[in-house]
């Protein structure tokens, strides 16, 4: 882990008998983008606070390249950081803002007004210097918040669910500009986010917890098409879940055979098939696995259909792509749903909450 740009080692925070952090591990590489993510409560934002410096663990390592920090107050680590509600003086103009933290650092006058002017012109609000944070919009704000925390070449800089005020429409537009952004300056970014598109859209590696455990590190492909634990599959978009025992060749499941790679020789099995990998089945279509079913509910979603199929393995979610789909949804119609013997994943147990 010393050649990370950070590092934590058996991180822990605990509140009386709380914990609210247990023992987190992960290292991040230097340039990476990082995204903690999790439900309300799971632990994130306490490992921000922590590496920041405004929390004091319990127990375990924070190392920057190597270097341990742990105990090193939050105005001498100089991390970049922008917070939910921006925490922009109202009363300074966009490039006094901006300015702040190279004034506090005593920054000559010329160089400061050369960095502020690079500072904004790298989130493209340079006509916008002389306005006050009232006369711009939620995503306006937000990059005056992204170039004070840049404007002074942080090593690392920590993102407290940055776009998490912004309506769907501008958040999406902002995570664009927010990976863009990353992939110019070349720092070691650290997000907080519940929101899973975000997270998948924006990271390089992104660290899943619960109930203050990590319960799954990866980039994104790897944590949505193999997830490890039911939590994580379920957490991380939609996903079916089978219960059955091993089979030669396959699983059991409820006395319907499927085709599984990877399966077990003994024992029970639970499977994830995320909806968007099962296809309606034409007439005579074959599959490595097929089921027959009855459509009890769909809703048009735009890029396509959800369907909710009853089957003899219980209710089954399917994505329908709407463009050229084999079918007219219609509520209780028959179905044929099919699937390869790779689409699903084998899942082991989830991590032990941190309070059990």
């Not at 917070?83 to 506090?104: D, M």
């Amino acid at each position: 882990m010393s050649g990370a740009a950070l590092a934590l080692e058996g991180l822990t925070k605990r509140y009386g008998t709380f914990v609210a952090v247990e023992g987190a591990t992960l290292s991040v590489e230097r340039g990476a983008f990082l995204t903690l993510l999790g439900p309300s409560g799971s632990g994130k934002t306490t490992i921000l606070m922590m590496v920041a410096g405004f929390a004091e663990p319990s127990a375990g390592r924070i190392r920057l390249a190597g270097r341990d920090i742990t105990a090193l107050p939050p105005e001498r680590r100089d991390f970049g950081m922008v917070f939910q509600g921006y925490a922009l003086f109202p009363h300074l103009t966009v490039a006094e803002n901006v300015a702040f933290p190279l004034r506090v650092r005593g920054v000559g006058r010329a160089a400061r007004d050369a960095k502020v002017r690079g500072a904004l012109d790298l989130v493209q609000l340079a006509p916008f210097a002389d306005r006050r944070p009232g006369q711009l919009s939620g995503g306006q704000q937000q990059r005056v918040a992204l170039a004070r925390a840049l404007v002074f070449e942080p090593e690392l800089l920590l993102l407290d669910e940055p776009l998490s005020a912004l309506d769907r429409k501008l958040r999406a537009e902002l995570q664009e500009e927010l990976r863009a952004l990353h992939r110019r300056v070349g720092r070691t970014f650290v997000n907080v986010t519940h929101d899973q598109e975000e997270a998948l859209s924006l990271s390089d590696t992104v660290a899943i917890l619960d109930h203050g455990r990590l319960q799954q590190v990866g980039a994104p492909a790897e944590l949505y098409e193999r997830p490890r634990t039911r939590f994580v599959a379920d957490f991380l978009g939609k996903s079916n879940f089978l219960e059955g025992r091993a089979a030669p060749g396959g699983v059991d499941a409820r006395g319907v055979f499927l085709a599984q790679h990877g399966a077990p020789a003994s024992g029970p099995v639970l499977l994830s098939l995320r909806p968007e990998k099962i296809a309606v089945l034409a007439e005579g279509e074959a599959a490595e696995n097929a089921v027959e079913g009855r459509l009890r509910a769909h809703g048009y979603l735009g890029a396509g259909h959800a369907l909710v199929v009853d089957t003899p393995l219980g209710e089954l979610r399917v994505h329908l792509p709407a463009w050229r789909a084999p079918i007219r949804p219609a509520e209780g119609m028959a179905l044929r749903l099919g699937w390869a013997a790779d689409a699903a994943t084998l899942l082991e147990p989830d991590v032990p909450d941190a309070a059990a």
